[in-house]
């Protein structure tokens, strides 16, 4: 028996389990329902097509459940640190000392414990420690090493940091406006990733314009190159130039001539315009069409899926959700935010090289297809309002109207929030703490919220959530398959894709875009994308470290069992 989870809806007619707008009948005993209906619940059965046979409720509905108050149970942990952490934290082979949640046979519980956080290779003897509070050992991952571990402070619920200073001054002459469009053709990776965006591409006759963090996959390169060969068309990128795309331009330049401009983007040094990371993934066509997604020119995001790929699509690449657009206003818009950033990144004084991160080690099992998932076949490319109404699109960036969207539609959500990124970043400050409270709180109210971050999400930060911010573990899970996308489901009738990651950077100070689609069809074709992945390819969230990435050594072969990566393509800035 599987265990599916949504509002129960009672009527004449039936029963049926709503999970953000797709609805399942239920077949069991319809009075143990009636006491549920309207509520977010738990209920256990097997799915065959639009019906769950033998559905049995949970003993309670989640809603019902009353959630701990995690900030308040950590505060003698935390006390125990400050007294005696030091003693732990100058034992050989200790990485630091912090909170955290204890297991128990590799299962969660909500006891708080101190976690002794160790260097990886290293062997720690006895531990001095006669306190009453349990202390458990944990190797350090590739991000608390490069990183280091959290403050005390932001257990407490303090902000670590003032705001970083950018200097990104918005276009005067275009604004963020909400339009009107149709023609909106939906996709995901890595079902129809590539086999979309590549006849976009092709279809270009006069100019192509490009903001992108990664470009490196090669047969993005040959179709671009291509394209220059056979056209007169234009081609203008802004670009974070990276190890892994720093010959591109040079590729390029081979097909395009005196045709391409290409400017890196600005995010490193005292003058830069971004904090960190020009993390934009949009491609204006001729003016008159665009292609949006949470994933990259890489070829983990838009990677080449062979028919007959079925079960192992999972395996190839990451989970993303892109869109295509035939709209020349919005098209409009974000040619102009693009060329407004490539005049400032060109104004300004030449970057400075970023800093360069150390490549990562990663099991090889992190890579293998999960046995247990059969997809009959892959999620297909969708076209929406091709006639009838059109569809309200809001556009959003950031810095500029990003964070306050989305806490507005966190705020207004009535009955389901699904969210779906590669991580959930601490700490947090100003807007974005806002963000991660108000998914507490929604929590809380009994709304049917689900959280799917990717596997490589960091334990600390994780906890975080559970204990400051009052996230609820059940509602909380991570994908166990690749995951880059960066989505936001509204109560069955609003979908947000974009590449806005959800950390202080990705929400508040680099350049990153997304749209908020207002209709039940494009959301309902998302929900069911993201329901796939929640019922057959995540997890709960544990502490876990059998597939956790370690720095790789600076030379030398890659050990067995193991791939390198670099950086980036793990801990997606």
């Not at 949470?294 to 892109?322: C, D, M, T, V």
């Amino acid at each position: 028996m599987k265990t599916y989870r949504g509002v129960v809806r009672v009527s004449e007619s039936g029963v049926v389990l709503d999970a953000g707008g797709v609805e399942v009948r239920l077949e069991g005993e319809s009075e143990a329902f009636a006491p549920l209906n309207g509520l977010f619940t738990t209920i256990t059965g097997e799915q065959a097509g639009d019906v769950i046979r033998n559905a049995v409720p949970a003993m309670r509905p989640e809603s019902a459940a009353a959630a701990s108050e995690g900030g308040e149970l950590f505060e003698p942990v935390i006390a125990e640190i400050k007294a005696r952490g030091a003693n732990l934290s100058a034992l050989p082979g200790v990485l630091g000392v912090r909170p955290g949640y204890r297991t128990v046979n590799g299962e969660p519980t909500d006891e708080p414990t101190i976690i002794l956080v160790t260097k990886p290779g290293e062997a720690v003897g006895d531990i001095p420690w006669a306190g009453d509070i349990p202390v458990e050992m944990r190797p350090a991952t590739a991000l608390e090493m490069v990183e280091g571990l959290l403050p005390l402070s932001v257990w407490e619920g303090f902000a670590p940091e003032a705001a970083p200073h950018i200097n990104y001054t918005p276009p005067e002459d275009v604004a963020l406006e909400e339009v009107t469009a149709r023609n909106i053709t939906c996709h995901v990776g890595p079902d129809s990733g590539w086999t979309t965006l590549k006849p976009f591409l092709e279809g270009t006759t006069r100019s192509l314009t490009v903001a992108m963090y990664e470009f490196y996959a090669d047969h993005i390169i040959e179709a671009v190159t291509s394209l220059g060969e056979e056209t007169d068309a234009t081609l203008n990128i802004i670009l974070q130039v990276d190890s892994n795309d720093r010959d591109v331009e040079e590729k390029l330049r081979a097909s395009w001539g005196d045709r391409l401009t290409f400017t890196p983007a600005s995010v490193s040094g005292p003058e830069r315009i971004f904090n960190n990371s020009y993390h934009t993934k949009v491609v204006v066509r001729d003016s008159q069409a665009m292609w949006l997604s949470s994933g990259n020119f890489s070829p983990s995001s838009q990677p080449l899926i062979s028919p007959g790929a079925g079960g192992q699509l999972y395996n190839k690449g990451n989970r993303e959700w892109h869109v295509v657009i035939e709209n020349e206003r919005l098209a409009g818009i974000f040619e102009r935010f693009i060329e407004h950033d490539i005049a400032q990144a060109g104004a300004g004084v030449a970057p400075e090289s970023a800093e360069v991160r150390p490549d990562v080690l990663i099991p090889e099992s992190a890579f293998a297809p999960e046995a247990a998932v059969i997809q009959p076949h892959p999620f297909e490319a969708r076209t929406f309002a091709a006639a009838g109404n059109p569809v309200r699109i809001q556009p959003l960036m950031s810095p500029d109207n990003y964070a306050d969207a989305v806490l507005r539609l966190i705020q207004d959500a009535e009955r389901t929030l699904y969210l779906q990124f590669s991580y959930v970043r601490q700490p947090s400050f100003e807007k974005y703490d806002a963000i991660l409270a108000a998914i507490g709180q929604r929590m809380k109210d009994g709304l049917d919220v689900r959280v799917l971050v990717g596997s490589f999400q960091n334990d600390e930060h994780s906890e975080v959530l559970l204990a400051r911010h009052g996230w609820k573990r059940s509602m909380f899970r991570k994908q166990s398959s690749k995951i880059h996308n960066k989505g936001i489901l509204v109560d069955g009738k609003i979908a947000v894709v974009g590449s806005n990651n959800w950390s202080n950077d990705g929400t508040q100070y680099n350049r990153d875009a997304s749209l908020v689609f207002h209709s039940r069809p494009i959301a309902r074709y998302y929900t069911e994308v993201f329901l796939f992945d929640w019922d057959n390819l995540s997890k709960p969230i544990v502490s876990s470290t059998e597939a956790a990435p370690v720095l790789a050594p600076e030379s030398g072969p890659t050990p067995i069992g193991m791939v390198r990566v670099p950086w980036r393509a793990v801990f997606d800035e």
